[in-house]
């Protein structure tokens, strides 16, 4: 009984530990730059075609889930303060859905519209209508990362995910390549990750 007690309580303490070694992202006071701005635009473009109505109004920490160990997507990139993306967040403002059919939305309200989402009746083996994909894309909600650049800033790395209920989304990272003054996906370089479930 006393080494079942040892075991119970060695394990409590080593979560504790655990738990105490990640760092809460911190929200950073600075704005987001011109070139991030530009970053998120052409990604935003490019996301598009997913018809989200809803952009998550913080960023999240960029991090390398999903990653192969060898990072192809990286090859021949050398990126810049890598650590300070991974902990830091920012505020997106109204700027970044000028031209746009995006609405910023808070915590409180992503948390509203995916149960909204996961209360909606699903038909299975129905076809989807063009009303039925509006209606469910105005339940969604896309978070971007924080940006990892390489060190000429030629290169951007994001993650984006689609938020479409409590237990559902799916996403990627993306390497982003500034051509002429605009950001596009690098078509010459794999996904770094795929989401899917997340």
Known sequence: MGGTRQVFVGFFLLTILASGCKHKPVLSRAPF????????RGLL???SVLHSKNLSTVSEPFDFTGFPETRPCLNGIELEHVSE???IIHTFGPEITQGRDLKLVDRHEQ???LKQRD???IVPNEKLTEESQQNGS??????????????????A???YVLRCGEHCGSGA???MERVDARWIASSGRPACALLIGY
């Open 111 to 113: 948390t509203k519209l």
């Open 33 to 40: 730059s011109d070139e991030q701005l530009n970053v998120y």
């Open 138 to 155: 105005e339940l969604n909600f896309l978070a971007l990362s924080e940006i990892a650049f390489d060190k000429k800033h030629q290169f």
């Open 85 to 87: 993306a991974q902990r």
């Open 45 to 47: 473009d490019m996301l």
């Open 119 to 121: 209360a909606s009746p």
């Open 157 to 159: 790395v994001v993650k």
């Open 173 to 175: 990272t993306l390497v």
